[in-house]
Nanobody
Framework: QVQLVESGGGLVQAGGSLRLSCRAS????????MGWFRQAPGKEREFVAA???????YYADSVKDRFTISRDNARNTVNLQMISLNPEDTALYYC???????????????????????WGQGTQVTVSS
């Protein structure tokens, strides 16, 4: 059973930084793509960033140049470093992973929540103005 556990969320002032982590267990970590999504109250879940098992990265336009996704295969962990946070970044942040290993996919594949089968419980990020 694949389990994903996020950590690192919290309350931060606008312009501040946070580092989220997601630890995976239950299978080999290094062979699978990983993604971060977020959901604000009253809004749909939206893509934030993804990193493939080959370490290719993808970002939503709204976070490009502010967020950095990385993976540590030795620790079964995917990280999301967030800087220059603003109140629009306030949301519950989830990490996710697909059930099957995929070869090369075009970028839109990684943006879709339907491409991921396992999800963590989320970690709350709140940015005050």
């Amino acid at each position: 059973q694949v389990q994903l556990v996020e950590s690192g969320g919290g309350l931060v002032q606008a312009g501040g930084s946070l580092r989220l982590s997601c630890r995976a267990s239950g299978r080999s970590f290094s062979s699978y793509d990983m993604g971060w999504f977020r959901q604000a109250p009253g809004k749909e879940r939206e893509f934030v960033a993804a990193i493939t098992w080959t370490t290719a990265t993808y970002y939503a336009d709204s976070v490009k140049d502010r967020f950095t996704i990385s993976r540590d295969n030795a620790r079964n962990t995917v990280n999301l470093q967030m800087i220059s946070l603003n109140p629009e970044d306030t949301a519950l942040y989830y990490c996710a992973t697909p059930s099957q290993r995929r070869g090369f996919q075009l970028a839109p594949y990684y943006y879709r929540p339907e491409s991921y089968d396992y999800w963590g419980q989320g970690t709350q990020v709140t940015v005050s103005s």
